[in-house]
């Protein structure tokens, strides 16, 4: 009936959360400190970028489903 009429039927939010994630993964046997390296050419970029609002990087084992190795990193990037 009605209420299913008035109800939005949406696979995906309307809205954006101005969110993104950059992951990133050297060949095994890479460095933690050549990874932070790669890691900081990125935050470099993202610094150049005005619409970046705050981002968070972290290199190997920080957990989670994107970095749990030495030879990964990731950053969490928020725009305006």
């Known amino acids: 009936g009605y209420f299913f009429a008035a109800v939005p039927k949406e696979f995906?939010?309307?809205t954006d959360q101005s969110r993104f994630i950059?992951?990133?993964?050297?060949?095994?046997?890479?460095?933690?400190?050549s990874m932070?390296?790669?890691l900081r050419r990125v935050e470099e970029t993202l610094?150049?970028?005005?619409?970046?609002n705050t981002f968070f990087?972290?290199?190997g084992g920080?957990?989670?489903?994107?970095?749990q190795q030495v030879n990964q990193g990731v950053?969490?990037?928020?725009?305006v």
């Open 62 to 67: 920080c957990g989670g489903a994107f970095s």
């Open 22 to 33: 950059v992951a990133l993964r050297a060949p095994l046997g890479s460095s933690i400190d």
């Open 75 to 79: 950053a969490y990037v928020t725009l």
């Open 12 to 14: 995906m939010p309307s």
């Open 47 to 52: 610094h150049r970028h005005s619409e970046v």
């Open 57 to 59: 990087a972290a290199a």
């Open 36 to 38: 932070d390296r790669a």
